[in-house]
């Protein structure tokens, strides 16, 4: 540009108030300055008359032009997209979840994600006193009745609690009398599926999950 006359055409006059101005200061003034390096004219745009563009257009028709149908035979129509069918035996589903009991409160969070890597989160505020593992169980169990309602039939569910998931696969022993009855009702829950496994997830790998549960323990309800 700078061996080049610029001509800067535009229909707004501050445009022209910049370029011109003997008075400016502060920032205008800076760019004033800087623009000044350069060779720039000023040129108003002059308006395009309606015709003169229907001309042009006119005279690059494209041959194989078709016209646009406006025939809509459905014209109550508002939406169309697909969906996951209700029925999702021999899809593989993951589940993810946890709970959290603190000084603010107990929360539990699941995160399903569906074999098109859609994610479906859910969680829940408990009003009942609870231990952290007895909050990881309700967790657990509020994500497989959710499988349940939703007809899976193939979960691989994944918690950051490792005493939940070796109970649940039958490697520790339950002795705590608070959880016994929630392992027992956890695996008669999982007879509705034709395939489910438990996995153990470090916590950083369980975040979503995690957020979930911390956010449903600080939420205020009122009784």
């Not at 610029?6 to 400016?24: H, Q, R």
């Not at 004033?32 to 008359?49: C, G, M, P, R």
Request: aromatic fraction near 12%; hydrophobic fraction near 40%.
């Amino acid at each position: 540009m700078l061996y080049h006359t610029t001509w800067l055409i535009s229909k707004l006059d501050p445009l022209k108030y910049v370029m011109e101005s003997n008075a400016l200061n502060g920032r205008m003034a800076r760019w004033q300055i800087l623009l000044s390096e350069f060779d720039i004219v000023y040129v108003n745009q002059k308006a395009v008359k309606g015709s003169a563009i229907a001309d042009f257009l006119a005279s690059r028709a494209l041959e194989d032009y078709e016209l646009l149908s406006f025939d809509f035979p459905n014209e109550d129509l508002m939406y169309v997209a697909t969906t996951e069918e209700d029925s999702q035996e021999g899809h593989l589903w993951k589940l993810n979840f946890d709970g959290a009991s603190n000084a603010v409160g107990n929360g539990i969070g699941a995160v399903f994600v569906s074999p098109n890597r859609d994610h479906y989160p859910f969680t829940s505020k408990l009003d009942f006193d609870c231990t952290n593992n007895m909050a990881e169980y309700e967790a657990c169990i509020m994500g497989i009745r959710t499988a349940i309602k939703r007809k899976i039939k193939v979960l691989e569910v994944y918690g950051d609690s490792a005493l939940v998931i070796y109970q649940l696969k039958g490697e520790w022993e339950t002795r705590d009398p608070k959880l016994i009855n929630y392992r027992r009702l956890v695996l008669e829950l999982i007879e509705d599926f034709d395939d489910i496994t438990f996995c153990y997830l470090p916590r950083d790998e369980n975040q979503m999950a995690d957020a979930l549960e911390t956010l449903a323990s600080m939420i205020k309800v009122n009784k």
